[in-house]
């Protein structure tokens, strides 16, 4: 199993999360971005830069993830990906992906694209906070007991 991560746009403070859950776990951590990121020396922690462009990042992460895998994405449409290829998708607020919402979740995304596109501000997500971080660490160490080592 590998943790792969949208790293564009995760808040620093759950990679921190994922550095350290790699180490204890001693489980391979692939962050994926469209610029160069520093990451702790570990031979478990490795970042990958894409080119820069529209859903690059997203379409390396659909087709390196394998069943099993755990992605840590904000991005509802790979999340989508992600369960049909029978992984894991969780976002940086310790919500789960699964086949029973994610249909649901697209749905909604599409609807809200709709109306910005149409002019409708329809304002943003809430600012992340100390308590989307505790739930994203508690879901983590959930899944990572569940599934133990490779």
């Known amino acids: 199993m590998k943790l792969w991560v949208d790293a564009d746009a995760c808040p620093v403070?759950?990679?921190?999360?994922?550095?350290?859950?790699?180490?204890?776990?001693?489980?391979?951590?692939?962050l994926v971005a469209n610029q160069a990121l520093r990451t702790p020396p570990s031979p478990w922690i490795k970042a990958v830069q894409v080119p820069r462009g529209f859903d690059v990042a997203d379409r390396h992460i659909?087709?390196?993830v394998s069943p099993g895998d755990l992605v840590i994405t904000a991005d509802i449409p790979l999340a989508a990906i992600v369960i049909e290829k029978q992984a894991h998708a969780l976002n940086p607020r310790g919500e789960f992906y699964s086949p029973?919402?994610?249909r649901q979740l697209l749905d909604m995304r599409n609807f809200m694209d709709t109306l910005r596109s149409s002019g409708v501000d329809t304002g943003g997500p809430p600012?992340?906070?100390?308590?989307?971080?505790?739930?994203?660490?508690?879901?983590?160490?959930?899944f990572l007991a569940r599934r133990g080592k490779p």
């Open 13 to 30: 403070v759950i990679k921190e999360i994922l550095y350290r859950a790699a180490e204890r776990h001693q489980l391979p951590l692939v």
């Open 100 to 102: 029973e919402n994610i």
């Open 127 to 142: 600012a992340f906070s100390p308590g989307d971080r505790q739930a994203f660490a508690n879901q983590l160490d959930r």
């Open 62 to 64: 659909a087709e390196a």
